[in-house]
């Protein structure tokens, strides 16, 4: 055995990794409690623990300064896809972690595959299910193993374990999602033996599952899954504690499915919001107990969510980590409220906004938020307050007259509803979030709790940061899926900290989200229109500022991004060409999925 | 107890059936053998065997002169969702059975349904494994009953009766799909008693949980799943046998996840055939094992097919009903052999037709189909034989000298290469398919045996069953989901038989089909391309001409295919806006799914 690390885990991971000048700072008494029982070991050494690996990646990563190679070999340019046939050990992740470094072994991968679960959370069933739906992603392919046998030991990797530390399952703004991931070969003298994820928490195992999937590729030549460049030493957490993606589901109703379909593609990117954008002025599909006739204002009875189907949704996204941050968007786009209440409008003619002069509108507004509250567990909640226009109300007698009596503008009163709003909201235990409009027209008045939600341009992020406002980037420009004419690359090259260099007020932007409006988006089209352009602006999200290419990107992420295209449609996503001019158009003739 | 059929089956099915002033031809002694045992009954009744039902419908039939009530009131027209909305019985079948009537009454379905299965093939896994799905597709609403309780004896409906008489499961053309579904109360005193199906083959019975599938509602007031219009007695079968879908593969690759997509909404429609066409002159995705190399005419190594994938395919279709067709499209589409084997190609300016001058061209062809008569085990095959330009083959010296030595022109060369094709796919037991070009060039050439399938327009299966030939109707100007200008009404008032006025030669069309070109089709977009317009040709397939609307479709189909798009929806399928005016636009502005 040499000396240093290479003693301390025998040859199948740590030997690999690109050893630093310094290495020799990692002394045996630095990493002893990890050394594994092996015959070929000292006896002196304890047997592995459930949280020896988190030790480890940590001294390794001290020891070591791991730097992620993105631009050497594992992250290639390629011309066309002839080329990446060519070489039969690409692998590309996406979103690209924030440390890795790889080897140039390839592995093969037991069909039999198990979960080895430990540490606190060893009882997940998160893990668990989302281990079994990453088994069914790896292993698409039936059939045919080169091998013939079906011994396990005809397989370098057999077995996944999962060592998560905590067994807190709550799912919150800032939830720990890193993880470490190591993949190697088990040669009975490595402690980490085959595949290893360490995380916190059950919600960054499953980041590491993600990433463990797109290690593994199917190769048609032996029929097996295979792990090239293996081993593989990833370090990884998200840039952004909140990356969201809006789904507007009352222009156009997605049923439950379709909706679970976008989630689960969502996980695929490491989204980790999905900001419901439930009811607008068209249609008030979600059912409100306390208000039985609200979702009279759905377009059909057919178009529809019932609390169960909510919460269902909310559950099915917790399952894969996915917060949702419910919205109801006041005072302006709400006319559907009027459907089943009247009441709500100001009058028959002037329908939005709602009737800030009744305290029935309140009463309406508290029922709702209390029920949702029981729906949604996450701390955000949106009150939109967006696109007020309230031409309307001073030509309402009643609402004038309101207005009159209490010395008011109709900004006053706009400025009234918001507030009011926020209070209920905050009331229910839950943080405010508005859209810009509420911040531009009346920051001094806004909560200090407010998340400001940026929408119209750039430049409001580092004004509501300036003013102590945590900020979500969605500058529509560069991040509304319906604006068709943003390509990839105008999602891929957004910054939500541009304008903001005071590292402080760096951390009070907690993330982005990219907007799919439904004007023109159903259930035939919602997938191909935010795929594959959301995953651009995941990344953004996701990976660390230093290792996400900057420059160059066609040819530093192109490519990944091609690839991570195909591997939804494999997934069974409808996500369309990443080179499109403009978005959801079809192909614009016969070709490769990696090269349109 | 009243007299005749009342007396025999109670009030809860047969009373409300249309009964014709004959009803009287049914005496007790006609139908006594199917009377239940029941405490009101007379006791020298049997008890209900599992034949009964098969006698009883037949008897019904014969007795009640069964016909469609399509015009009444089951099938509305309606001017907008919001009065749909105000009905909360209607229900809408697609594709509509051939006969069937309807009653008044409103049944509550059991979630925790079951199915008792009987006859010779009780034991099918096929009916089993469809009812578990039919039962997730119906059960799509968690929660809440309005009774509260979870007590069965809460629903009206709690078990699928299905009885299937044969226990052969061989898919081939021609298999018996016919089916009789009946949807009543139980009450105690009917022998019939909640849901029967009851089917001769395993096919026949998938059929009827559709059809029972489509009459399941899930009821937002109630939060119960229920059924409308009950007792239903529908006795239903195919008009054509073959039932088509085509999907190109070569164009675009599609992942086998996507291809399961398609067929598994292709039996929602009760399409029955999958028209694989695997390769085309851009790529080769098919493992061939006696030729190996043939695959790497794939677009890239991840875009292929195993043979085990094929195998998957199929069995994954054959567990829906759906039969596969495979294609392989020689001469004039075949360049992509070449890339493995470049002696299939005349030269290598020359690289289509297939070089007709080779035995080793013919070697290749026959290797391709024993590897494949292993995977498919649908009798007809398709040979391609469309669109041959033979030009560069005189152009080729070794091609040039070879017709010159045979006295052969390029067409006779064309002729002899098809009929080759023939002879060794008819050797291998399979039934040929071609492209009506050969039809039309050297008819009389054709082995009888030979299917023709017209593409190119109308007129073809009049000459092509005209001289004795069967043939499937694919006219490109109404059955071509690539020509995206074609409406849904294109493909609706589409007519297989016309021109056919001849019974005997009527019978020689088996069927339709409808072509999925996807040249500028692929993952991101098939569904959305398919349906609902492919719906309107299934309609046209399966229902009888007598029971298909064939005026004033607008008021007496749109509205169910609105129903039927968005119930696609409902299931996770990508269906696009029924009258769009152009396939897969969006949406032109925010609505509801049963207005767009």
């Given at each position: 055995?040499?000396?240093?690390?290479?003693?301390?885990?025998?040859?199948?991971?740590?030997?690999?990794?690109?050893?630093?000048?310094?290495?020799?700072?990692?002394?045996?008494?630095?990493?002893?409690?990890?050394?594994?029982?092996?015959?070929?070991?000292?006896?002196?050494?304890?047997?592995?623990?459930?949280?020896?690996?988190?030790?480890?990646?940590?001294?390794?990563?001290?020891?070591?300064?791991?730097?992620?190679?993105?631009?050497?070999?594992?992250?290639?340019?390629?011309?066309?896809?002839?080329?990446?046939?060519?070489?039969?050990?690409?692998?590309?992740?996406?979103?690209?972690?924030?440390?890795?470094?790889?080897?140039?072994?390839?592995?093969?991968?037991?069909?039999?595959?198990?979960?080895?679960?430990?540490?606190?959370?060893?009882?997940?069933?998160?893990?668990?299910?989302?281990?079994?739906?990453?088994?069914?992603?790896?292993?698409?392919?039936?059939?045919?193993?080169?091998?013939?046998?079906?011994?396990?030991?005809?397989?370098?990797?057999?077995?996944?374990?999962?060592?998560?530390?905590?067994?807190?399952?709550?799912?919150?703004?800032?939830?720990?999602?890193?993880?470490?991931?190591?993949?190697?070969?088990?040669?009975?003298?490595?402690?980490?033996?085959?595949?290893?994820?360490?995380?916190?928490?059950?919600?960054?195992?499953?980041?590491?599952?993600?990433?463990?999937?797109?290690?593994?590729?199917?190769?048609?030549?032996?029929?097996?899954?295979?792990?090239?460049?293996?081993?593989?030493?990833?370090?990884?957490?998200?840039?952004?504690?909140?990356?969201?993606l809006l789904l507007?589901?009352?222009?156009?109703?997605?049923?439950?499915?379709i909706?679970?379909q976008i989630?689960?593609s969502m996980?695929?990117a490491?989204l980790?919001?999905?900001?419901?954008?439930?009811?607008?002025?068209?249609?008030?599909?979600?059912?409100?107990?306390?208000?039985?006739?609200?979702?009279?204002?759905?377009?059909?009875?057919?178009?529809?969510?019932?609390?169960?189907?909510?919460?269902?949704?909310?559950?099915?996204?917790?399952?894969?980590?996915?917060?949702?941050?419910?919205?109801?968007?006041?005072?302006?786009?709400?006319?559907?409220?009027?459907?089943?209440?009247?009441?709500?409008?100001?009058?028959?003619?002037?329908?939005?906004?709602?009737?800030?002069?009744?305290?029935?509108?309140?009463?309406?507004?508290?029922?709702?938020?209390?029920?949702?509250?029981?729906?949604?567990?996450?701390?955000?909640?949106?009150?939109?307050?967006?696109?007020?226009?309230?031409?309307?109300?001073?030509?309402?007698?009643?609402?004038?007259?309101?207005?009159?009596?209490?010395?008011?503008?109709?900004?006053?009163?706009?400025?009234?509803?918001?507030?009011?709003?926020?209070?209920?909201?905050?009331?229910?235990?839950?943080?405010?979030?508005?859209?810009?409009?509420?911040?531009?027209?009346?920051?001094?008045?806004?909560?200090?709790?407010?998340?400001?939600?940026?929408?119209?341009?750039?430049?409001?992020?580092?004004?509501?940061?300036?003013?102590?406002?945590?900020?979500?980037?969605?500058?529509?420009?560069?991040?509304?899926l319906d604006?068709?004419?943003?390509?990839?690359?105008?999602f891929?090259?957004?910054?939500?900290?541009?304008?903001?260099?005071?590292?402080?007020?760096?951390?009070?932007?907690?993330?982005?989200?990219v907007c799919m409006?439904s004007?023109?988006a159903?259930?035939?089209n919602v997938q191909q229109t935010i795929w594959p352009r959301a995953a651009a602006a995941a990344?953004?999200?996701?990976?660390?500022?230093?290792?996400?290419?900057?420059?160059?990107?066609?040819?530093?992420?192109?490519?990944?991004?091609?690839?991570?295209?195909?591997?939804l449609?494999?997934?069974?996503v409808q996500a369309s060409?990443?080179?499109?001019?403009?978005a959801r158009?079809?192909?614009?003739?016969?070709?490769?999925?990696?090269?349109?």
């Amino acid at each position: 055995m040499g000396g240093g690390l290479v003693v301390l885990h025998g040859k199948s991971i740590i030997s690999s990794l690109p050893l630093k000048p310094d290495h020799s700072l990692c002394t045996p008494s630095e990493v002893s409690p990890f050394f594994p029982s092996s015959p070929k070991m000292s006896t002196r050494f304890p047997t592995i623990n459930p949280k020896s690996l988190h030790y480890l990646f940590t001294i390794l990563s001290i020891c070591l300064h791991l730097t992620p190679l993105i631009n050497s070999r594992t992250i290639r340019t390629v011309n066309s896809p002839s080329h990446l046939s060519d070489d039969s050990s690409i692998t590309y992740l996406w979103p690209l972690p924030s440390e890795f470094t790889s080897g140039n072994e390839t592995l093969a991968v037991d069909p039999d595959l198990s979960i080895s679960l430990s540490g606190n959370g060893a009882n997940s069933v998160i893990v668990r299910e989302a281990f079994a739906r990453y088994k069914t992603l790896i292993f698409k392919h039936v059939g045919g193993s080169k091998f013939g046998g079906t011994s396990n030991s005809d397989y370098d990797v057999g077995k996944v374990t999962v060592i998560v530390h905590s067994d807190d399952e709550e799912l919150q703004l800032g939830v720990d999602e890193s993880y470490t991931l190591l993949v190697g070969k088990n040669n009975g003298l490595s402690i980490i033996g085959e595949v290893a994820i360490e995380a916190n928490t059950v919600y960054g195992a499953l980041r590491g599952l993600e990433t463990f999937s797109q290690l593994c590729g199917f190769d048609y030549g032996t029929k097996t899954v295979q792990i090239y460049k293996a081993p593989w030493f990833i370090k990884d957490k998200p840039r952004f504690e909140f990356r969201g993606l809006l789904l507007d589901t009352s222009r156009h109703y997605y049923p439950i499915d379709i909706i679970k379909q976008i989630i689960e593609s969502m996980s695929y990117a490491k989204l980790n919001v999905l900001h419901w954008h439930i009811i607008d002025e068209q249609s008030f599909p979600l059912e409100v107990p306390a208000y039985p006739k609200l979702w009279k204002g759905a377009y059909t009875k057919w178009e529809r969510y019932t609390v169960e189907d909510a919460s269902e949704i909310v559950n099915f996204a917790k399952m894969r980590g996915i917060n949702v941050m419910a919205e109801i968007d006041v005072p302006g786009h709400a006319e559907s409220w009027g459907t089943g209440y009247p009441d709500l409008w100001p009058s028959s003619s002037c329908r939005e906004p709602l009737d800030v002069s009744k305290n029935f509108t309140f009463e309406v507004l508290s029922g709702i938020l209390q029920d949702m509250r029981d729906i949604f567990p996450f701390e955000l909640f949106h009150l939109g307050g967006d696109e007020v226009n309230t031409d309307c109300w001073k030509y309402t007698p009643s609402v004038k007259q309101w207005l009159q009596e209490r010395n008011m503008t109709e900004k006053d009163a706009y400025q009234y509803f918001v507030i009011k709003a926020q209070e209920i909201a905050i009331s229910k235990n839950w943080t405010p979030v508005n859209w810009e409009e509420t911040f531009n027209t009346f920051a001094e008045k806004l909560n200090p709790k407010t998340v400001v939600h940026n929408w119209l341009g750039p430049g409001v992020c580092p004004k509501a940061v300036a003013q102590g406002f945590k900020c979500i980037y969605s500058n529509q420009g560069v991040w509304y899926l319906d604006h068709l004419d943003v390509t990839w690359d105008g999602f891929y090259d957004a910054e939500p900290l541009e304008g903001i260099t005071d590292s402080v007020k760096q951390k009070l932007v907690i993330g982005g989200e990219v907007c799919m409006w439904s004007e023109t988006a159903d259930p035939s089209n919602v997938q191909q229109t935010i795929w594959p352009r959301a995953a651009a602006a995941a990344e953004r999200l996701w990976t660390s500022k230093e290792a996400a290419p900057t420059s160059n990107t066609s040819a530093t992420a192109l490519t990944r991004l091609h690839y991570f295209r195909c591997l939804l449609t494999r997934r069974g996503v409808q996500a369309s060409p990443v080179t499109n001019m403009y978005a959801r158009n079809p192909p614009y003739g016969p070709g490769s999925c990696y090269d349109q």
